[in-house]
């Protein structure tokens, strides 16, 4: 399984960003999909994650409000809708996939896109 993020940028404080992500080699709708940031020098940490047919969606409360995810499986692509955007928000975003929905050690991993959120 592959994943391709994409979408990361510069913008100000109190912006939007929408970030894609495509996977490849699967059928996409086996996979719980995942998103993940990684500020510089803190740990991974999730954001959010939606069900196999976008019923249901997660999110970490530092998000939840601001940023939606949703999927299109005929597109075999997750979206991370990044709205009122803080300068906290500023890291390396991941995409990730798992069949099992464990969110704690995913199966497979896309390689990142940058958002830097200047204030």
């Known amino acids: 399984v592959q994943l391709q993020a994409s979408g990361g940028g510069l913008v100000q404080a109190g912006g939007s960003l929408r970030l894609s992500c495509a996977v490849s080699?699967?059928?996409?709708?086996?996979?719980?999909m995942g998103w993940f940031r990684q500020a510089p020098g803190k740990e991974r940490e999730f954001v959010g994650a939606?069900?196999?047919?976008?019923?249901?969606?997660y999110y970490a409360d530092s998000v939840s409000g601001r940023f939606t995810i949703s999927r299109d499986n005929a597109k075999n692509t997750v979206y991370l809708q990044m709205n009122s955007l803080k300068p906290e928000d500023t890291a390396v975003y991941y995409c990730?996939?798992?069949?099992?929905?464990?969110?704690?050690?995913?199966?497979?991993w896309g390689q990142g896109t940058q958002v830097t959120v200047s204030s």
């Open positions: 939606i069900s196999r047919f976008g019923s249901r969606t």
């Open positions: 080699g699967r059928t996409f709708s086996d996979y719980g």
């Open positions: 990730a996939a798992d069949t099992r929905t464990n969110w704690g050690n995913p199966e497979y």
